[in-house]
């Protein structure tokens, strides 16, 4: 059933990928993507270009979530409810999907407001800038998610006092870790699947433990899950990770500069900071990000094996940590052997079944 569930999302993904692609060249080859800021333009003035941008956002952003709904309801509620990993009603994913809209709103308007106005203000080197905003964007996100965006879609209480908390907060401190506190995350409420982990940064750090993980798993198995996110803290693998998120982000605003460049000549933009040649701009950092992925992925992966080796020695004992990845991987139907070539494509993590044996073999 695992690798039926799996099948079928990576099938899903490709045909996003192909239908995204799809509606990327109709906006801009039809020139409904010209029309749209050219009529903004016109309705605001030259003056107010940052205000046109901000509302072709908008437009754009809403136009093709709704072309990409239906994929959503049928990967994240369809399916999830076949296999029985769902306990949302319609109602709940319909609340959840505009939520998520509203975010991803306000989140590309910041960005497509910046990122065009560096084009407009230093064309030649708005790609370096771009970047660096990029991360930093990145980052300011990743700091209040946690308690801002999260609590939108699932309750966060503080674990009540007792054993597992000690031994959470004795492991935080013989780990050098300051965290704000230990919360439940309420998932039981949207799903059956379980998950941990750190959220947030500095002030904002805490560790969340489903209380799908709570209800099911052991101590020993809940703080080996725990000693995981502690070794890429140690590992200092949220640096390394935001290094190669910004050379690949450089890169793939420099190609984009460049796919700019050339293409808005051909379309016959006048301009790089052309709101309405967005899609060439989208179109060419969505390929980039497809071909960049397996690099990126690799090199989580091997952070996540760097992580296990870490929660074994601090355990003692690979026992505990194997014991929840079989559990985990049974809970959230997850493929423990996906085939090779998918593993290194897509997946951010290696295979259960790869984590398990290295794990056995420590």
């Avoid at 306990?87 to 994913?93: C, L, M, S």
């Avoid at 050379?247 to 052309?274: N, R, S, T």
Wanted: hydrophobic share 55%; with cysteine; proline share 3%.
């Amino acid at each position: 059933m695992a690798k039926e569930y799996d099948a079928i999302h990576n099938r899903l993904f490709l045909l996003q990928i192909l239908v995204l692609g799809m509606l990327l060249g109709i906006y801009q080859f039809t020139g409904a993507s010209a029309a749209l800021a050219n009529g903004l333009a016109s309705r605001f003035g030259e003056n107010m270009w940052w205000v046109s941008n901000a509302v072709y956002t908008l437009v754009s952003v809403f136009g093709f979530a709704a072309f990409m709904s239906p994929f959503g309801f049928y990967s994240s509620y369809v399916l999830e409810h076949h296999y029985e990993l769902s306990n949302e009603t319609v109602g709940d994913w319909i609340f959840d999907f505009f939520k998520s809209l509203l975010i991803d709103l306000v989140i590309a308007t910041i960005l497509f407001s910046v990122i065009y106005a560096l084009l407009r203000l230093m064309p030649a080197w708005w790609w370096l800038a771009a970047a660096a905003f990029y991360i930093l964007f990145a980052v300011v996100v990743s700091t209040i998610a946690p308690v801002i965006i999260m609590p939108l879609f699932h309750k966060f209480e503080p674990l009540a006092e007792g054993e597992l908390t000690e031994a959470v907060t004795k492991m935080m401190t013989e780990a050098g870790i300051n965290v704000v506190g230990v919360f439940k995350w309420g998932l039981a409420e949207r799903t059956s699947t379980a998950n941990a982990a750190f959220a947030g940064f500095g002030k904002t750090r805490r560790i969340i433990l489903g209380d799908t993980l709570l209800s099911g798993y052991s101590q020993e198995e809940i703080l080996a899950i725990l000693a995981h996110e502690v070794g890429h803290y140690k590992n200092k693998d949220t640096f390394r990770l935001m290094v190669t998120s910004a050379l690949l982000a450089l890169l793939g605003f420099f190609v984009a500069h460049h796919c700019l460049v050339w293409l808005a000549a051909f379309f016959g933009i006048e301009h790089i900071y052309d709101i309405g040649a967005a899609p060439i701009f989208i179109f060419s950092l969505f390929v980039f990000s497809l071909v960049s992925m397996p690099v990126a992925n690799l090199h989580s992966r091997r952070r996540e094996f760097a992580a296990d080796a870490y929660a074994i020695n601090r355990m003692g004992s690979p026992d505990a940590l194997v014991s929840a990845f079989e559990k985990l991987a049974d809970q959230n139907l997850s493929n423990k052997e996906p085939a090779a070539w998918v593993e290194f494509l897509l997946h951010s993590h290696p295979s259960m079944a790869r984590r398990i044996e290295r794990a056995r073999q420590s």
